[in-house]
């Protein structure tokens, strides 16, 4: 074979070789652009799904705490007090019923006494009303607090209680009202706290100022306030130093034979025996066959 016919072979097999080195350098790059696109891609992907796993859980999370901001609403507004017909005429009959019930009621205080009268209540699981003072309720913020946190109706019962100062016309028995609701909406850090519920100090019936309740009740009405007195009590203030022998023996004269009684005892550090004589008054209620309530469930 020619001399020049040889190189002419050997040149064109190694231009042959060349362009299959340069195709397989191709097709390796291209190779490795696939496996980092691939890669890059799955990484992306994977990213990708974290992020949905994020944003699930934050979104998660979000609907829990408003579902939870919709409960302490809920739970906040079961606490307020509302005033409709039916919680009236409740009142009105409060005294009548076809089963037994019983209405434990607490005036005069926040006391010192009364962290011992809550903590009995709680153990007994059973939820009071107390018909606190406006003077009280600003010396001891924090008991209030208590009473209303733990499930018990805070009720009005004036801001003073002397009698010269509240019965001084039915307009200073609306205004003393005002002032203890505004010292209770203070003490527990809700603005829109309204009772609705008074208890005449002494009594709504008869006494020097008969008349003057008797308008007071009418103009209390009139802004949407109903009173309430009772009809059994452990005389704890018929007396300096009452026993618990003595708080037992008027419990149960005055209970008597009723179905449905609103009982009046006094939160007071002076009136100790009544919180140390409580277990006793629960016990012989429940034995008589009596089930406990407090305003929630009448004024709502």
Request: aromatic share 8%.
């Amino acid at each position: 074979m020619p001399r020049d016919r040889i190189y002419n072979i050997t040149i064109t097999e190694k231009h042959i070789n060349t362009k299959k080195i340069a195709i397989l350098v191709l097709l390796f790059i291209l190779a490795m652009g696939l496996i980092l696109v691939g890669k890059n891609a799955v990484e992306i992907m994977k990213t990708h799904k974290v992020y949905e796993q994020y944003e699930a859980q934050m979104s998660a999370l979000a609907r829990s705490e408003e579902k939870k901001q919709i409960e302490i609403e809920e739970k906040k507004q079961e606490k307020i007090p509302q005033l409709t017909q039916e919680g009236r005429n409740n009142i009105e009959h409060i005294y009548h019923s076809e089963t037994k019930r019983a209405f434990l009621t607490f005036d005069d205080g926040p006391s010192t006494v009364t962290p011992t009268i809550l903590d009995i209540l709680k153990q007994e699981n059973i939820k009071a009303s107390f018909f606190v003072l406006g003077t009280r309720v600003n010396a001891m913020p924090e008991i209030t607090k208590r009473i209303y946190e733990e499930g018990h109706y805070l009720a009005n019962h004036g801001n003073t209680h002397l009698y010269s100062s509240i019965y001084a016309s039915p307009q200073a028995v609306l205004d003393e009202f005002n002032q203890c609701n505004e010292a209770v909406k203070n003490a527990i850090g809700v603005p829109e706290y309204h009772s609705h519920l008074f208890r005449f100090p002494g009594g709504l019936p008869g006494g020097k100022y008969a008349q003057i309740k008797l308008e007071a009740k009418e103009l209390l009405s009139q802004n949407n306030i109903v009173n309430i007195d009772w009809n059994a009590l452990n005389g704890d203030a018929e007396t300096a130093n009452p026993t618990a022998e003595f708080e037992m023996q008027r419990i149960q004269e005055t209970v008597a034979n009723k179905n449905s009684v609103v009982i009046l005892m006094h939160d007071t550090q002076a009136k100790a025996v009544t919180a140390e004589t409580l277990p006793q008054v629960i016990s012989w209620l429940r034995e008589n066959g009596y089930e406990f309530k407090n305003f929630y469930e009448i004024i709502k």
